[in-house]
């Protein structure tokens, strides 16, 4: 079966060494993409499948073969996160090795053009929505507001001696948020100010898990934040009303490591540590659908689509 561009796709990672690539709406597996020299720690979908594991970023044509198209090379550690800017030009990457990329889609060989040092591994990297400032969570317990352009950057220490696994934008570039291991989350205010860098304000921290915090996403109409955790928990906040808790999404005792809304914000796929990826309705929190054939924890999610139509 060969998706067309127009297809909803999800892909699903982990520690199994595969990549599964879902029709997400019937559950159906179109294929199956070895990654056998490393676990998957990040996906992303856009019009090609980028997949980040242990020193390697791999770049796939989904509608080619199994084989990965590009092979980046130059990171001696995990790369634990991976995304594309909005219109295909570049791609960035956060590693354990302490550094951010940059890498320039429009060359025959993409090659890193720009590189940012975080003094501490990189644990989560996310794009503004003006596509010009990149947002860093770190292990060392940092948040970077970065400018590629102009260089300018900015660090915030929310807490010290805590590890940030994840920070996201809302796509409205009103809010930053960032999740610890602790299972605590912060948010704060951002303003921008024509060419300069965006403004920070702390604006609430909260505890969104009893264990470990994973992963924290904003839905696309910028109305909720999720939260997933080592509790077996995704915790659902509505943004407009002060990060007032909304719902709960639980599995008894595994992990729910990542997440990735529908383009219409009411589903939500989540990826957790007894191999299994579903697809939740949040409002009635009921499972609509189960992604199986993984043998070990789904560590990486990523979805693409083009229609947000729900069938049984």
């Not at 856009?46 to 989904?62: E, P, T, V």
């Not at 909304?246 to 540590?273: C, H, P, Q, R, T």
Request: with cysteine.
């Amino acid at each position: 079966m060969v998706q067309t561009e127009g297809d909803p796709i999800l892909a699903t990672g982990g520690y199994d060494h595969t990549i599964k690539i879902w029709a997400p709406y019937s559950g159906t597996s179109i294929k199956t993409l070895q990654h056998s020299d490393s676990q998957v720690n990040a996906l992303v979908i856009k019009n090609y499948l980028a997949a980040g594991g242990f020193q390697s970023i791999r770049l796939y044509d989904l509608n080619a073969s199994t084989n990965p198209l590009i092979n980046f090379e130059g990171v001696s550690k995990n790369v634990t996160s991976v995304g594309f800017q909005e219109d295909g030009r570049f791609m960035y990457t956060g590693s354990e090795d302490c550094r951010v990329r940059i890498w320039d889609l429009n060359c025959p060989q993409p090659v890193c053009k720009r590189m940012f040092d975080c003094l501490t591994p990189v644990a989560s990297v996310c794009l503004h929505p003006n596509q010009v400032e990149i947002a860093i969570s770190t292990s060392g317990g940092s948040i970077y507001l970065w400018d590629i352009k102009t260089d300018n950057n900015e660090q915030l220490l929310p807490e010290m001696n805590v590890s940030l696994n994840s920070v996201d934008i809302s796509s409205n570039g009103k809010y930053m948020a960032a999740i610890n291991n602790k299972g605590s989350c912060y948010i704060w205010d951002l303003k921008s100010e024509g060419k300069q860098l965006t403004k920070t304000s702390a604006k609430i921290k909260f505890v969104a898990h009893q264990r470990y915090g994973l992963k924290c996403k904003f839905s696309p109409d910028s109305q909720l934040l999720v939260t997933t955790g080592g509790d077996g928990t995704a915790r659902i906040y509505k943004c407009e009303d002060d990060f007032k808790f909304y719902k709960e999404l639980k599995i008894e005792k595994f992990w729910m490591w990542d997440v990735a809304f529908s383009n219409d914000s009411k589903y939500i796929f989540i990826s957790s540590s007894d191999g299994s990826a579903r697809l939740w309705k949040i409002e009635t929190k009921s499972i609509e659908r189960e992604y199986l054939g993984h043998s070990k924890a789904l560590t990486a999610i990523a979805f693409r689509d083009e229609f947000v139509k729900i069938s049984n």
